[in-house]
């Protein structure tokens, strides 16, 4: 069973702030999504990363795939108010279905 | 698109009663999935169907839980009989192919079992 760690689970920072979160397996991944879901909604998707070493920029956001696709992050910059939400990784291989990690909870207090 | 649409957004029911969770996927998708989720496991596939088929129902916890695709614009999951420990939110998502495919969801049915 593939399985996904994500960390850390709880996030509590100031507006203006950075902070990386990260998601981790022992499992390779043909491809790994970022998601955001906010209170009372279904996850929505930010990024795809299929390349190990890939990086792809969202504004404020920079996603980045492990060079041997075990592993992903996602830092953002100068966080908001915004931002709040539960960040979730999920990884892909060949045609099997999307396997998710449990999620980052982040709080941005202005 | 109107997106995945679910229904009921909220349900309360009591241990023992039946309960119909609804999904529509959106139009042209030929993947339909069914997630549970809950604080201490996360997002949890339940079983999947590809053009109405049941593809891989190795994620329904027990035979209480049974889904169903009579065709492509109509999903349902079926707890018989609920119990509190299937109190959790319920998530019908589509795609349109399998890969690195956006994955769409609807905005879920808070199930809670007393």
């Known amino acids: 069973t593939q399985l996904l760690e994500q960390s850390p689970q709880f996030l509590s920072i100031q507006e203006g702030e950075n902070l990386t979160v990260y998601c981790n397996s022992s499992s390779v991944f043909s491809s790994l999504q970022w998601y955001r879901q906010e209170p009372g909604e279904g996850p929505v998707l930010l990024v795809t990363v299929v390349t190990g070493g890939e990086v792809k920029k969202l504004k404020r956001l920079t996603f980045q795939f492990g060079d041997a696709r075990k592993d992903s992050s996602l830092h953002i910059t100068a966080a908001q108010p915004g931002d709040t939400g539960l960040y979730l990784c999920a990884g892909e291989e060949g045609n099997t279905p999307l396997v998710f990690g449990k999620g980052t909870r982040l709080s941005v207090i202005a | 698109d109107a997106g995945v649409i679910q229904s009921p957004r909220h349900e309360v029911t009591e241990m023992g009663q039946e309960v119909t969770l609804r999904c529509k996927p959106i139009s042209g998708h030929d993947y339909l999935f069914w997630y549970r989720q809950t604080m201490m496991r996360g997002l949890e596939l339940l079983i999947y169907?590809?053009?109405?088929?049941?593809?891989?129902d190795s994620g329904m916890p027990e035979d209480r839980f049974s889904a169903k695709m009579p065709n492509a614009s109509f999903s349902t999951l079926k707890i018989q009989p609920s119990e509190p420990r299937d109190s959790a939110v319920y998530f019908c998502?589509?795609?349109?192919?399998?890969?690195?495919?956006?994955?769409?969801f609807g905005s879920g049915t808070q199930l809670s079992v007393l």
């Open positions: 998502a589509s795609k349109v192919e399998p890969g690195a495919e956006k994955l769409f």
């Open positions: 169907f590809n053009n109405n088929v049941p593809i891989d």
